[in-house]
Nanobody
Framework: QLQLVESGGGLVQPGGSLRLSCAAS????????IDWYRQSPGKKREGVSC????????KYADSVKGRFTISRDNAKNTAYLQMNGLKPEDTGVYFC?????????????WGQGTQVTVSS
């Protein structure tokens, strides 16, 4: 069964860091892009960052550029989102999403999400 499981969320103070993981099971992650989305309270769902299947191409939303870093370890079948300099507006549920490429809106599979709360 194709599955994505996020972990690493939690409560952190402004300026702090978290690393989210997206572990794939039931298939090989190598052939797919991973896109991170977030759903913040009262806001439209937002694409945060995407990484190509090889890891050679990455994209970031303007709101997270310079603070977040997306990566992947295909040997571990896992993708990551390193979040530094967290702000209260980064609060939300973060989802990893499986796609054929970063340039498509077609989603193959959503993860269940992990809550990130940035608050003092």
């Amino acid at each position: 069964q194709l599955q994505l499981v996020e972990s690493g969320g939690g409560l952190v103070q402004p300026g702090g860091s978290l690393r989210l993981s997206c572990a794939a099971s039931g298939f090989t992650l190598n052939y797919y892009a991973i896109d991170w989305y977030r759903q913040s309270p009262g806001k439209k769902r937002e694409g945060v960052s995407c990484i190509s299947s090889s890891g050679g191409s990455t994209k970031y939303a303007d709101s997270v550029k310079g603070r977040f870093t997306i990566s992947r370890d295909n040997a571990k079948n896992t993708a990551y989102l390193q979040m530094n300099g967290l702000k209260p507006e980064d609060t939300g549920v973060y989802f990893c999403v499986l796609k054929f490429s970063c340039g498509t809106d077609v989603v193959i599979q959503w993860g269940q999400g992990t809550q990130v709360t940035v608050s003092s």
